[in-house]
């Protein structure tokens, strides 16, 4: 059980088939970091350089209307909820705590590759890749300290 709401990654498309190598070249080329499938469906092993592997799961579903109000009202004004409002599924990512590098790692990739914002309703708070980006850092800024 997580002490974290999931992170919620929107995607504009419908297709919910992992294309892992496609997937594992994005995130090699832009993340340094590699990605493969592990023996549960939707879970993968996310291996960024320099920092210890994980399993972590995404778990895709449709974008109901509730996501879309969830989003709109986490929503800074950065025009993020409209950018949602165009995105069909939604990659349901299970933390185990708000300081979870490598759910985010993933949440990051998918957004990414589905060019969708991510929601995390613990916070509330929708950001794109720039904003987990710099999250990201905060998080292992100790590990380098």
């Not at 995130?27 to 960024?48: D, K, M, Q, Y």
């Not at 590098?101 to 957004?111: D, E, G, K, N, W």
Request: hydrophobic share 45%; with cysteine.
């Amino acid at each position: 059980m997580t002490s974290a709401a999931p992170l919620l990654v929107f995607a504009q498309p419908a297709d919910v088939r992992v294309d892992i190598d496609a997937w594992c070249a994005h995130a090699s080329r832009f993340f340094a970091t590699r990605i493969g499938l592990a023996n549960e469906p939707n879970t993968f092993v996310i291996a960024p350089d320099g920092r210890p592997p994980g399993i972590r799961s995404a778990i895709p579903r449709p974008c109901t209307a509730d996501d879309l109000s969830q989003a709109a009202a986490a929503d800074a004004g950065g025009g993020l909820a409209e950018l949602a409002q165009r995105c069909k599924t939604i990659w349901q990512v299970p933390r185990e705590s708000r300081s979870d590098s490598l759910a985010l790692t993933l949440a990051m990739i998918l957004a990414s590759l589905h060019l969708g914002p991510i929601l995390d309703r613990t916070t509330p708070e929708l950001f794109g890749l720039k904003t987990a980006r710099a999250k990201l850092t905060a998080l292992l800024a100790p590990l380098h300290s």
